[in-house]
């Protein structure tokens, strides 16, 4: 639709001052109107009513006034067209609030984005991560592409509705070929941002609530105790891998995750007052503290490390190197140890929470505290019960109950047997 604008300037001759009358400012954009003073007044017989502007003359003031009005007339195009890039939906009303900096009616949803990303960054060292900013941006630059691809270089915020959202996911999806939990991560964030815009009064209401979507349930990869002894048992060569095998051993055995395992220092472990040998830290990624009992495999690995070169610093207790050549090296190790699994530095987490704990029977509550999680529904994704757990389980369950409990058989005739029952994989 062909869009029209118009500025129009006119003497107030309702209200007459010493110095002349006041000039007006009038926008018209597609049939509406909005007007605003200039602040200056002009004589009526220096106004030239076919020009709408004062009579050309040599007087300064004159000559000034002219030229002030043409700065506004070209700073209202401006923003006119920066909004006309921005939406379809161009008001005068808006032209106007643009013009006098009363953006709110106009902000849109980069500009949001910015504004969350500018809290985070003067937050950084203090509530917030570098990694948190950085993925911020990385979602906002997504955001970015989605636009431009779909809409428009951006959007006001209140153009915004189910409609955007849901289409915005579904590119991810298709287009981006996102997981599924990535993509609610993004919707995620972005439901924040329209949070802080309504806080901030930059838009009426929340355009998104209705709209829900869920991660994909993850499939953790851990090892089992036979992968766990064939990893250990790998008679390597190189130094190198025989570190990073270790530092990954360290993590089946005590949870730790890349970064946690990296920030490790010694005066981290420390005796409890029971007299057992513990780590007492922060996760990196939460703040949030955790606990772990050290076992006699991790007490080895530490003294074995004590001396070793190539450390960040002397007082750290392993030579963590960074995240992509240790997960290089650990998928060459699983393919020396016949382990068909995707290893990477977190593999070693999950196995301590399922593997080594859980499917031991350690209590839940406790595993949670060990892996420093702030909610017990963090540690329940781990709780997944595998065969082996159940027929162990359902084993000492049955011993139980047959002491307790039998069946008394009464004559009958034989029936023919009929199984209903059909093998998995059938």
């Not at 829900?212 to 499939?219: N, Q, S």
């Not at 069946?407 to 059938?426: D, I, N």
């Amino acid at each position: 639709m062909r869009s029209t604008f118009k500025v129009l300037f006119y003497l107030k001759k309702s209200r007459l001052t010493a110095d002349g009358y006041p000039v007006m400012c009038r926008i018209t954009v597609n049939g509406t109107q909005t007007a605003f003073s200039c602040k200056m007044t002009v004589p009526a017989e220096c106004w030239d009513m076919a020009a709408n502007r004062p009579k050309k003359s040599k007087s300064p003031r004159i000559i000034e006034i002219n030229d002030y009005l043409d700065d506004i007339e070209n700073r209202l195009k401006k923003h006119y067209r920066l909004l006309c890039e921005k939406t379809d939906y161009v008001t005068a009303q808006r032209v106007k609030d643009a013009y006098h900096g009363f953006g709110d009616d106009n902000k849109t949803l980069l500009e949001a984005y910015d504004y969350r990303l500018q809290q985070v960054q003067q937050d950084i060292g203090i509530g917030h991560k570098q990694s948190t900013y950085d993925k911020l941006s990385n979602e906002r630059r997504c955001l970015e592409s989605f636009l431009k691809d779909k809409y428009r270089e951006d959007m006001l915020l209140k153009e915004l509705d189910s409609e955007f959202i849901e289409t915005y996911y579904q590119w991810m999806l298709g287009v981006r070929s996102y997981h599924a939990t990535t993509a609610f991560g993004r919707i995620q964030s972005l439901k924040c941002v329209l949070y802080i815009a309504v806080a901030k009064h930059w838009v009426s209401h929340h355009p998104f609530l209705e709209f829900h979507c869920r991660p994909a349930p993850a499939e953790r990869t851990r090892l089992t105790d036979d992968e766990i002894c064939r990893l250990m048992a790998l008679d390597l060569r190189y130094h190198r891998q025989r570190a990073i095998r270790d530092m990954f051993i360290f993590c089946c055995f005590t949870g730790l995750a890349y970064a946690d395992l990296r920030n490790l220092r010694y005066r981290d472990i420390i005796v409890n007052e029971a007299g057992v040998p513990c780590i007492y830290a922060k996760r990196e990624k939460t703040g949030t503290e955790y606990r772990i009992q050290l076992l006699p495999i991790p007490l080895q690995l530490i003294e074995q490390y004590r001396g070793y070169p190539g450390k960040l610093s002397e007082d750290r207790i392993f030579p963590v190197k960074d995240r992509n050549s240790m997960i290089t090296t650990l998928k060459k190790l699983a393919a020396r140890a016949g382990i068909d699994k995707n290893l990477s530095t977190h593999v070693g987490r999950h196995t301590f929470a399922t593997t080594l704990t859980l499917a031991k029977d350690v209590p839940l509550k406790t595993v949670s505290v060990m892996l420093g999680h702030k909610h017990i529904t963090t540690t329940e994704i781990y709780a997944k019960i595998t065969a082996s757990k159940m027929k162990n389980d359902m084993s000492r369950l049955e011993e139980h109950l047959s002491d307790t409990f039998t069946l008394q058989q009464e004559a009958q005739p034989p029936k023919p047997y009929k199984s209903y029952y059909v093998k998995k994989g059938a």
